[in-house]
Structure formats: C-alpha cells, structure tokens
C-alpha cells in the first residue's frame, strides 16, 4: 500500500490523495424536462455524479437529457443504469461542429431483461466504433411514462 501512495522508504504522506477520474467526474448535465421542476431532487446533474443512489427523471414520456464532458474524450460505449423498465427506446446522438450526430438508436427493449444493476435496469450502448466527443445527447424516444437515469457511465 506504501508503494501505490508512494510513500515507501519513510516518505511523507500525500497531502492529497489522487482520486480515479472517469470519463463522466465533473461532467455537468442538462435536460428538456424535471420531474415536477424540481432539480434539488430530479436534476439531471444527477445522472452525471457517479452515485446510483440520485437520478435524472423527466416529468415527460419523452424527454432528452445532454451530458457535457470536462474534455473531448474517447470511448466505445455508453452505459445506463436506468429506474427499472423506465427507458424503452432511446438513441444517443455526439456534438460535431455545432450538429448533432447520430452514434446509436435502439430497437424497442424489452420490458423483462436479464441485466439489472442492485435492481435497477441497465441498458448497454455498444458502438460499432470508438467515438470522440465532448457532448452527447441522450433522447428517449419511448418510455413507461416515467423515465430515469441513475447513472451515465462511458467506456
């Protein structure tokens, strides 16, 4: 453990210890529609924060959520961990030039899947290819009439 902290042979501790960063830390995000307008409970900055005890939810069937990255970063993979059964069909679209661009859409998901994540719903966005992007845009295109999102994680 000394070794990893870096401080073997008598060296002092850090000051500040280095915190795993992921694609989405100080990600912030923004969305057509809240929950009964109130972001202090529902805000979509809560499918940003890497705690899947908050989520974003709409207050509309159909809604869209935008995710703004600290940096353009690379990644092949979008993740979702969303309330059970709440997203039904969705596509993701990345920001090039000020146009939104489409990156994935998917089929109508089945209500009874066998992915859950501590019992919530996941939902895995493979891409064909590695993507680079600062801003994505998450539009749910079918739902149960009360889409959430917990967690947006990308890989």
Known sequence: M???????????????????QSLITDATAEATSIYKNDTLHYGPSYAVDNDVS??????????SMTVNLRKESKFQ???LIIGENSVTQLSIDKEDNGKWVPVYQSGVIPKQR??????????????DEPIS???????????????SIYSVRLK
């Not at 908050?54 to 809604?63: E, I, K, P």
């Not at 066998?114 to 895995?124: A, H, Q, V």
């Not at 992007?133 to 889409?147: D, E, F, T, V, Y």
């Open 114 to 127: 066998g992915e859950s994540f501590m019992g919530y719903g996941t939902i895995s966005c493979k891409l």
């Open 54 to 63: 908050t989520s974003w939810m709409s207050a509309d069937s159909l809604a």
């Open 133 to 147: 992007a600062q801003r994505l845009q998450i539009r749910i295109l079918q739902s149960n009439g009360k889409p």
């Open 2 to 20: 000394a070794r990893q902290l870096g401080i073997e042979n008598g060296k002092p501790f850090p000051k500040e210890l280095k915190k795993p």
């Open 77 to 79: 993979e979008i993740f």
